[in-house]
Nanobody
Framework: QVQLVESGGGLVQAGGSLRLSCAAS????????MGWFRQAPGKEREFVAT????????YYADSVKGRFTISRDNAKDAVYLQMNSLKPEDTAIYYC????????????????WGQGTQVTVSA
């Protein structure tokens, strides 16, 4: 099983950057695909980015491509989301999730979720 804890959220002005981290525990981490999702108040949770088990394949939502970068370091049991050129519409709680299938599909089965970290972008 995998336990996930996000960190790195905060308040930033539009155009700024943040890097989110997801610390994972469990020996199966290296076999899992990892994804980032976000949910703004009053809105549905949406897919942001995913990375397959090895880090060789990534996929991004159109709303963040070119601005966000997902990466992983299996040796450190960590997944990251580098967020650049932030916009007010990026404001949301960001969640790290794990897909035991390992394929890195945006529609994968994300069975494990972190508590979330708040990202607020001011205009």
């Amino acid at each position: 099983q995998v336990q996930l804890v996000e960190s790195g959220g905060g308040l930033v002005q539009a155009g700024g950057s943040l890097r989110l981290s997801c610390a994972a525990s469990g020996r199966t981490f290296s076999n899992y695909a990892m994804g980032w999702f976000r949910q703004a108040p009053g809105k549905e949770r949406e897919f942001v980015a995913t990375i397959n088990w090895s880090g060789a394949r990534t996929y991004y939502a159109d709303s963040v491509k070119g601005r966000f970068t997902i990466s992983r370091d299996n040796a450190k049991d960590a997944v990251y989301l580098q967020m650049n050129s932030l916009k007010p519409e990026d404001t949301a709680i960001y969640y790290c999730a794990a897909d035991p299938r390992g394929f890195g599909s945006p529609r994968g089965s994300y069975d494990y979720w972190g508590q979330g970290t708040q990202v607020t972008v001011s205009a």
